[in-house]
């Protein structure tokens, strides 16, 4: 199972649709590198608005792609994390603090627009 | 129970009921029955009586309705179930002391048990009914008071506020987390204020759960302001070496809200 991803314009569009685990989200992450790579993309969408449950690994994993991101110069907003896994991250300690954060898809982008911009 | 002593009683209810008025008069003096009306009391009175006597000859399910619809009105309009305690205590030394008179001292032992089973049974349903409705209410006002709890007002677009009253403990706190995260996605709320103008005290317990709901507000992707710091709140924070250096914090509501118009871009104009 691959997560599909998306471009538009300067950006990268995810929509996880699907359950996470551990080798999904590692092949995801491969992916993700390769494509700012090919793409040359400056920002990134993580939407998770259907994930319903982020393990501890899973969330690693989530903030080592931002970092890695970063570092190959696109930035990443994560959206759309239900209130139910935040309570659950929270709970385990794990904080995302470096992870840019928006409600939807939509106020994602703008926020994107105007940490590029600015 | 023995249909002789079923006919015993009936024989003697006149008497019964008598010695019980009077007995219960005495025993009642004390209590909250003083402020109720001279009449509806002694009408009460023969009501309940005429209750306790009538389970002897209907069916058990239909003495347990009547009883039920007899209580079930009284609590409606506060009786104290003391009153019922005390009168069915009275009731049972009316009749044991009458038996004493007249029946024989073999007896004496299975009527006594007879007549104990008897009056328990009623005792057991009105302390039952008692609680049911004591219960309900316990309920319906922990309902109300969790409704009270958290409520997270949207006051412009995309700025909601969170005022708190009163102490936080832990199962508040998770009430108030998710509250405030599912108000968040239903107002698409991106600044919320949490305004701690009502809260007593913040000790560390309560500071912790103030950060993590900050937190998990920046997760599902809003901003977080603490407002409504008063001195002695900010002494305390300091003096235990809260950290609270991450979201921003400011004295006032009206503060908080012009920083948070600031934050989506808005501004409150005077019209000319």
New interface residues.
């Given amino acids: 199972m691959r997560v599909p991803i998306l471009k538009l314009h300067n950006y990268l569009l995810i929509s996880v649709q699907v359950e996470l685990d551990d080798q999904t989200a590692l092949q995801f992450q491969e992916d993700l590198l390769s494509k700012i790579h090919k793409e040359g993309s400056t920002g990134v969408v993580i939407d998770l608005t259907s994930v319903e449950m982020i393990d501890s690994f899973i969330a690693k994993v989530l903030g080592e792609v931002v970092e890695m991101s970063n570092l190959m110069g696109a930035k990443v907003v ?6 139910a ?3 659950t ?2 709970d385990m300690g794990i ?2 603090e470096e992870v840019p ?4 898809l939509e ?2 982008l703008e926020k994107l627009q105007q940490e590029l911009e600015g | 129970m023995e249909p002789s002593i079923i006919d015993f009683i009936y024989k003697r209810k006149q008497l019964l009921v008598e010695k019980w008025l009077e007995e219960v008069e005495s025993v009642t003096q004390d209590s909250a029955i003083t402020r109720i009306p001279e009449d509806i009391y002694s009408e009460t009175n023969r009501e309940f009586i005429d209750v306790i006597v009538n389970t002897l000859h209907v069916s058990p399910e239909e003495a347990k309705e009547r009883l039920r619809s007899f209580v079930e009105r009284l609590i409606h309009i506060g009786w104290p179930l003391s009153y019922f305690t005390r009168g069915l205590q009275a009731f049972r030394r009316v009749i044991l002391e009458e038996m004493k008179e007249n029946t024989q001292a073999e007896q004496a032992f299975s009527t006594f048990g007879e007549v104990e089973n008897w009056i328990d049974g009623i005792v057991n349903q009105l302390v039952d009914e008692y609680t049911g409705s004591w219960e309900n209410t316990l309920n319906l006002q922990k309902l109300a008071l969790k409704e009270l709890s958290a409520p997270l007002i949207p006051v412009f677009s995309h700025i909601s506020v969170m005022p708190l009253i009163g102490t936080i403990d832990t199962e508040r706190a998770k009430l108030i ?2 509250n405030l ?2 108000g ?2 239903e107002h ?3 600044v919320v204020l949490i305004d701690i103008t009502g809260v007593p005290v913040v000790d560390t317990m309560v500071a912790h759960h103030i950060i ?1 709901a900050a ?8 901003e977080c302001i603490l407002v409504g710091i008063r001195p002695e709140i900010a002494q305390t924070i300091v003096n235990l070496g809260i950290d609270l250096g991450k979201f921003p914090t400011k004295s006032t509501l009206r503060k908080g809200i012009e920083s948070g118009l600031e934050v989506t871009n808005k501004k409150i104009v005077e019209i000319e």
Wanted: charged share 20%; net charge negative; hydrophobic share 50%.
């Fill in positions: 994560l959206t759309g994390i239900q209130p896994v935040a309570i991250l929270i904080k995302l954060t928006a409600l939807d106020q994602g | 987390m998710e995260l599912e968040i996605i698409r709320s991106q993590q937190e998990a507000v920046r997760l599902v992707g809003a």
